[in-house]
C-alpha cells in the first residue's frame, strides 16, 4: 500500500528550506519552556509545605524532562518517514 503512494519532489530545496525553519522554531519553542514551573497545584503545595527548595527544583526538572520525551520521539519519527520518502527511487 505504502509503494503506490507518490510524492512530488520537484521542489526539494523549498521543502528542506520550510523544514529547517520549522525545526529551528519548534527547537527554540521546546528549549525556551525548559524554564517553566511544571507542578500541579497539590504537588507544589506539599513540597512547598516542607521548605526544601531543592527538592522542588528537582521534581520540577524530573516533570519537564518527562513532558519532554514525547515531543523527541515524534520528532525522530517523522524525521524516520521524511527520511524514507525521500529516498530517491532505484530504477
Request: hydrophobic share 45%; charged share 20%.
Amino acid at each position: 500500500m505504502l509503494n503506490k503512494i507518490k510524492i512530488d519532489f520537484s521542489d526539494r530545496k523549498i521543502l528542506i528550506k520550510k523544514l529547517n525553519t520549522t525545526l529551528i522554531f519548534t527547537s527554540s519553542i521546546l528549549l525556551a519552556s525548559v524554564n517553566s514551573v511544571a507542578q500541579c497545584a497539590m504537588c507544589r503545595a506539599s513540597l512547598e509545605s516542607e521548605g526544601n527548595v531543592t527538592k522542588v527544583e528537582a521534581v520540577n526538572d524530573g516533570i519537564v524532562y518527562l513532558m519532554i520525551i514525547p515531543y523527541v520521539l515524534v520528532g525522530i519519527v517523522g524525521f524516520l518517514i521524511y527520511r524514507m520518502f525521500s529516498k530517491k527511487p532505484t530504477e
